[in-house]
């Protein structure tokens, strides 16, 4: 049961009134790798993009002058970022502010959000959640390569309260995707010194 003041809605609804709301990146020979320069506007990924959380590694530039010619494929802080390929494909994370304005590439689609409706990160958070995931399970189920349509996706069903509501979830969600970092880095860190003392041990003794 669908609480009150909740809606279903497709994904295609929260999107801004602006030309070039919702969009993939650029096709084909209009960005390749020619065009890529050591410092400038950065480039996205696909492997710049983890559920709920953007973490730009990519390290790729384009010109300004590039950029500003792919400027209906230009992603700003607060837009949603989606991946249309991958194992999963589909998964969301929001575009940080503390990045300078990028440009996508052709298996991204940048979502920009109607603001008055819908809050970025629970957009996010509810496009990595089982409902989402299991729509985009369906439109790519059989594919050796998993890959999504911009026209398939913008037929993507999430439920969303209201714009108060949807802050409150997204600050509590946000608040265990951080714990969970977090506690994932401690473990990370564990695994290297594990390995070492294995070297150590195993090489030398006590």
């Known amino acids: 049961m669908t609480p009150d003041g909740w809606r279903l809605v497709s994904v295609n609804e929260l999107a801004a009134s602006d030309r070039n709301s919702f969009v993939i990146g ?8 020619g065009d890529y320069v050591d410092a400038g506007v950065p480039v ?17 530039f384009v010109s300004a002058e590039k ?21 999963p494909a589909g998964v969301a994370a929001v ?7 990028g440009i996508v590439t ?11 409706v819908a ?17 985009v399970a369906k439109i790519t189920g059989g594919q050796t390569r998993p890959k999504l349509t911009l026209r398939d996706y913008k037929t993507i069903r999430i439920l969303l309260p209201p714009p108060s509501e949807q802050r409150k979830i997204a600050a509590i969600l946000s608040s265990v995707d951080d714990a969970i970092r977090c506690t994932q880095a401690v473990i990370d860190q564990l695994q ?3 390995k070492a003392m294995m070297a ?7």
């Open 119 to 135: 809050d970025a990160r629970y957009v996010s958070e509810a496009l990595n959640a089982p409902l989402a995931s299991e729509q």
């Open 67 to 87: 950029a500003e010619r792919l400027q209906a494929h230009r992603v700003c802080a607060g837009d949603v970022v989606i991946t249309k390929m991958g194992l």
């Open 44 to 60: 996205v990924f696909v492997r710049d993009v983890k559920p709920n959380a953007f973490r730009w590694k990519s390290n790729v």
């Open 192 to 194: 290297v010194v594990k």
């Open 106 to 116: 052709a298996d991204i689609i940048r979502l920009r959000l109607n603001s008055g």
């Open 26 to 33: 650029p096709f084909g020979s209009d960005l390749v790798v």
């Open 95 to 101: 575009y940080p502010d503390s990045l300078a304005d």
């Open 200 to 206: 150590e041990l195993l090489t030398r003794g006590l």
